[in-house]
């Protein structure tokens, strides 16, 4: 059997975008981006959402064409080939297996530091470990499952986000102090845009969208709608909480603490239910995007084993489940070995690597499948090749700004790729 289930709806497939880009981004990375840029993190979140968003418009026009399960690897090979396709593909793999790793730390950091201050850092792992295992059972039993548990966890840290900011921008109307908020720029433009380049991870998920495609009701009318729709409402959502966060506290403490947004809550209500409440948004806002990322990570091994560029094993479906069960398990295990590096702001730049190197491929898949396949797409965007190609540059100058040691490890991984792709160059029909 290797058919998925098609019972996806579009409210589902926006639950699923929601759930995969709101996580450890705006609850954990907001602090460490605040403590780069100062005041001009807003400036980040605008220009990181700008970016994601001219992708999110080229992923919709190709989600319009192909509504094959893979996302930015079955544009690539689509476009240049299995080999460049691999290469996404294979990057778009440990992407998603190291957020599963990022968010489950951003977890545990917010779990730890308010609940037990007392316990050592050095325990982070163990939460994070028992969270993805705990995890993978929706996963495995089925996507449908999944989606509803993803539309209870979705509704939980949206409330906890708009009570922070109705509370928070209240609070700045009332108190408002212009010297949260001035030098806009104290550490220059570049630490805005190396903050931006990390706050990217805050808006990765809406490719998540496109790679269940094949598990959608209507993939060629709701797939374009769903990731511009989730990644918009996620845009005002981060904005706001950016707005309200440096106008409260001081960038310098914001980056210093582990619990960021529980921090500015407890500030400006000084109540610790009020804390309480934004710290458990904060558990289900990770929690949820482990969740779908063990899903994405798995459907792109799924994709990968099915052309033959990985052994047929990972594209085994379960019977009773309809569900890719072994690239669940080994996409699980994975993530907890990489969890034991024990570092946020490390994993997150590795991700933001990842997913910004496959956004370049994706935006030029645009191009070239435009002149290569004639059927009108159902979604089209304006002013072709402007927006795929102002994608693919401002992808590339994010990565300029990321941390070296995040470049270095992601080339490994592809040079590793290179090496597997070789192997089994024969394989592939």
């Not at 996580?23 to 980040?44: D, E, M, Q, R, T």
């Not at 969270?131 to 495995?140: A, E, Q, S, W």
């Not at 808006?203 to 374009?224: C, H, R, W, Y």
Request: with cysteine; glycine share 6%.
């Amino acid at each position: 059997m290797s058919n998925l289930k098609k019972e996806l709806g579009l409210f589902d497939l926006v639950v699923v975008g929601i759930s995969q880009i709101i996580g450890a981004g705006i609850f954990v990375v907001s602090g460490i981006a605040a403590g780069i840029a100062g005041p001009s993190v807003i400036l980040s979140f605008w220009i990181a959402g700008l970016v994601a968003l001219l992708t999110a418009l080229t992923t919709a026009e190709l989600s319009s064409i192909i509504t094959e399960t893979g996302s930015s690897y079955a544009y690539t090979k689509r476009a240049f080939g299995k080999f460049f396709g691999f290469l996404v593909g294979w990057i778009r793999y440990f992407d998603n297996v190291v957020s599963i790793s990022a968010v489950s730390l951003g977890f545990s950091a917010y779990l730890i530091s308010f609940f037990f201050p007392f316990i050592s850092k050095s325990f982070l792992i163990v939460p994070s470990i028992a969270l993805i295992i705990l995890l993978t059972i929706p996963n495995i039993v089925g996507v449908k499952t999944t989606s509803i548990l993803s539309s209870i966890l979705v509704l939980i840290k949206l409330s906890a986000l708009s009570f922070l900011i109705f509370v928070g921008i209240f609070h700045i109307f009332k108190n408002f102090d212009e010297t949260k908020f001035v030098p806009f720029f104290p550490n220059g433009f570049s630490s805005t845009l190396t903050a931006s380049s990390l706050v990217f991870f805050a808006f990765l998920g809406f490719q998540t969208v496109a790679m269940a495609s094949e598990e959608a009701k209507n993939p060629k009318k709701d797939i374009p709608l769903a990731i511009i729709l989730s990644l918009l409402i996620c845009s005002l959502i981060y904005i706001g909480v950016a707005i309200v966060s440096v106008g409260s506290v001081d960038w310098k403490i914001l980056g210093s603490v582990d619990h960021p947004l529980s921090y500015v809550i407890q500030k400006i209500t000084n109540n610790e239910y009020a804390s309480l409440f934004v710290t458990f948004g904060s558990l289900v806002a990770t929690a949820s995007v482990a969740l779908t990322s063990i899903y994405s990570s798995s459907r792109t091994l799924f994709a990968l084993s099915r052309d033959n560029l990985l052994p047929k094993t990972f594209a085994k479906v379960s019977e009773r489940f309809g569900t890719p069960i072994t690239s669940i398990i080994i996409s699980s295990i994975l993530s907890v070995l990489i969890v034991l590096s024990g570092s946020i702001h490390f994993v997150v730049s590795i991700v933001s690597f990842g997913s910004l190197f496959n956004f370049i491929f994706t935006n030029l898949s645009l191009i070239k499948l435009k002149t290569k396949i004639k059927k009108k797409p159902t979604f089209e965007l304006p002013f072709h090749p402007l927006i795929p190609i102002a994608g693919a540059i401002s992808c590339f100058v994010l990565m300029l700004f990321l941390e070296n040691n995040a470049k270095i490890v992601g080339s490994m991984w592809l040079l590793i790729g290179i090496l597997i792709y070789l192997i089994r160059e024969k394989r592939i029909k």
